[in-house]
């Protein structure tokens, strides 16, 4: 499968953004899906999750309340709306995907992931 990601840019903290990540293939109901980022001169760290059904979703501590993760199977796409982000969002986002064999299992770890987007950079000014 093949994700790519895109919505990025600049916006102001308190703002809103919309991330999509479109995935190619017709295989986008068998896989758990997420967002990760990573800013400069850091690890990249886990942001969003959501499972095949979008039953389940889990999402880092740093953006729980303002960060939504969801999915839309008609466009074989998953979002993250941000709001409310802050400088500390500062960081090129990243779309991951990976098959499950259930419909509410979610994924956190980036080591579980298959298939990666190519980022999307995204900069919160204060």
């Known amino acids: 499968v093949q994700l790519q990601a895109s919505g990025g840019g600049l916006v102001q903290a308190g703002g809103s953004l919309r991330l999509s990540c479109a995935a190619s293939?017709?295989?986008?109901?068998?896989?758990?899906m997420g967002w990760f980022r990573q800013a400069p001169g850091k690890e990249r760290e886990f942001v969003a999750a959501?499972?095949?059904?979008?039953?389940?979703?889990v999402y880092a501590d740093s953006v729980k309340g303002r960060f939504t993760i969801s999915r839309e199977y008609v466009k074989n796409t998953i979002y993250l709306q941000m709001n409310s982000p802050e400088p500390e969002d500062t960081a090129v986002y990243y779309c991951?995907?990976?098959?499950?064999?259930?419909?509410?299992?979610?994924?956190?770890?980036?080591?579980?992931?298959?298939?990666w987007g190519q980022g999307t950079q995204v900069t919160v000014s204060s």
């Open positions: 293939g017709h295989t986008f109901s068998t896989y758990a």
């Open positions: 991951a995907a990976t098959p499950v064999p259930t419909i509410l299992m979610v994924k956190i770890k980036s080591d579980d992931y298959i298939y």
């Open positions: 959501i499972s095949r059904s979008g039953g389940s979703t």
